[in-house]
T-cell receptor
Framework: DPKIIQKPKYLVAVTGSEKILICEQYLGHNAMYWYRQSAKKPLEFMFSYSYQKLMDNQTASSRFQPQSSKKNHLDLQITALKPDDSATYFC???????????????FGKGTRLTVV | SQWGEENLQALSIQEGEDVTMNCSYKTYTTVVHWYRQDSGRGPALIILIRSNEREKRSGRLRATLDTSSQSSSLSITAAQCEDTAVYFCATENYNQGKLIFGQGTKLSIKP
């Protein structure tokens, strides 16, 4: 059974619209992340959350807003969508964020977003 | 090698052969993660090597790390068809949980 659930698996959106990508993890982890993978760039870190608090934001645009309603949820809201936002977005989690230890980061299967 | 502006590399070998994938990194790291990604799936960690380790083995996998040259390698012995995947190296920024991935190597194993 998948331990990190991302919904939907595929998403087609119109330019200028808004979408929310859903992520739930059932690994009991305290840290959650969003990464993006496109044809033009390698896997790219976007955000990290620890205990539902934003810890690191590497996304230049404020159009990307993570939302954590529960400890094991980290959704990603994207507004004013552009064709360049087309990519696969991966949610990930780890036991703890850093704290001097290297812990495995687990990834979900991703949401493939296409903006037309 | 993977990193920087290099395009995704592709390697194709016969089943049973050995293969080595290289990775060079630019930023300071205390660990190198090696992930594999199967088609339609997210990356999965296969081996992690810390800066105080020169070599790490796990089954048919062997990772090396040379912090002086900021490079790492992943070797697979006696490759099997199920090893077909894209392999990424990633560094971790000061234990912050933020992984910086290389471009990846697409490995194809032919029967």
């Amino acid at each position: 059974d998948p331990k990190i659930i991302q919904k939907p698996k595929y998403l087609v959106a119109v330019t200028g619209s808004e979408k929310i990508l859903i992520c739930e993890q059932y690994l009991g982890h305290n840290a959650m992340y969003w990464y993006r993978q496109s044809a033009k760039k390698p896997l790219e870190f976007m955000f990290s959350y620890s205990y539902q608090k934003l810890m690191d934001n590497q996304t230049a645009s404020s159009r990307f807003q993570p939302q954590s309603s529960k400890k094991n949820h980290l959704d990603l809201q994207i507004t004013a969508l552009k064709p360049d936002d087309s990519a696969t977005y991966f949610c990930a989690s780890s036991q703890e964020r850093g704290q001097g230890r290297h812990t495995e980061v687990f990834f979900g299967k991703g949401t493939r977003l296409t903006v037309v | 090698s993977q990193w920087g502006e290099e395009n995704l590399q592709a390697l194709s070998i016969q089943e049973g052969e050995d293969v080595t994938m290289n990775c060079s990194y630019k930023t300071y790291t205390t660990v190198v993660h090696w992930y594999r990604q199967d088609s339609g799936r997210g990356p999965a960690l296969i081996i992690l090597i810390r800066s105080n380790e020169r070599e790490k083995r796990s089954g048919r996998l062997r990772a090396t790390l040379d912090t002086s040259s900021q490079s790492s390698s992943l070797s697979i012995t006696a490759a099997q068809c199920e090893d077909t995947a894209v392999y990424f190296c990633a560094t971790e920024n000061y234990n912050q949980g933020k992984l910086i991935f290389g471009q990846g190597t697409k490995l194809s194993i032919k029967p």
